[in-house]
């Protein structure tokens, strides 16, 4: 499935990304920037093809307004699997139906540190180009490793002794307590289901993140994800 992408950002990451081929970059032929310059080079290096066109060329292959005046025609991204060790700490989110949410929990995860995301394994083709934007072209960057079912990702983290550490408030002890190994794996499950019994059963450790005021409702995944990812960071860097 070949799909247009929009605006430097994208381009430029899925290019240095490597993790689609790439078919065709097209740019206003009246626009150059040193981000277009660089682009364009990249594009040349990876052996492929480069259309100069017309504003309205471009509005009509992409059917907007939005594109910045480059477009890049890739194709799906090639999907790894949870087949090798990861290193560091990764996160494993369930329960996301919006593109742009999970374009959101990427460019956290990634401006985080976080070494990989762990997701459960669907068809996102049709919103990939939402995706890479939202994210910054995040989605391109990090490591990012797909499941069939949970039971893989538990199987996983015995084999190789990762802690399990299950946003979930029972049994839990708060964020700002918890002292944060160099590897583990966080799952965060969406507002509305949670996480599942299975992950829940084998949790190492629940956290919970604590509120200043009394709500009985759990934060989205993309709100959740940004408060435990940057606690993270924040304790790595005062390490």
């Known amino acids: 499935m070949k799909i247009f992408f929009e605006g430097t950002i994208s381009c430029k990451a899925i290019l240095e990304g490597n993790k689609r081929q790439c078919d065709c970059l097209y740019v206003d032929r009246k626009k150059r920037t040193k981000d277009f310059s660089y682009i364009i080079h990249l594009a040349k290096k990876k052996n492929v093809d480069i ?27 090639c999907k790894q699997t949870l087949n090798q060790q990861i ?78 550490l299950c946003a979930h408030r029972k049994d839990a002890i708060p964020l700002y307590e918890y002292n944060f190994p160099e590897q583990f794996c966080a799952c965060v499950g969406g507002s509305f289901r949670g996480l599942s019994s299975l992950l829940v059963s084998n949790s190492t450790q629940n956290i919970v993140i604590p509120y200043g005021n009394e709500v009985r409702n759990a ?21």
């Open 51 to 77: 259309q100069f066109c017309s504003r309205e060329q471009l509005d009509e292959l992409s059917q907007s307004t939005k594109h910045g005046g480059m477009l890049l025609e890739a194709g799906s991204q």
């Open 87 to 164: 290193n560091g700490w990764f996160c494993y989110v369930d329960g996301i139906e919006d593109p742009y949410n999970l374009g959101s929990i990427c460019r956290t995860l990634y401006a985080s540190g976080c070494n990989a995301l762990v997701l459960p394994n669907r068809d996102w083709n049709f919103a990939d180009a939402t995706i890479v934007r939202a994210s910054a072209g995040a989605f391109e960057k990090m490591d990012i490793y797909w499941i069939n079912n949970e039971q893989e990702l538990v199987d996983y983290l015995k084999k190789y002794n990762i802690p399990l």
């Open 219 to 239: 934060l989205d995944a993309p709100s959740a994800i940004s408060v435990i990812s940057f606690e993270v960071l924040r304790q790595r860097n005062w390490r």
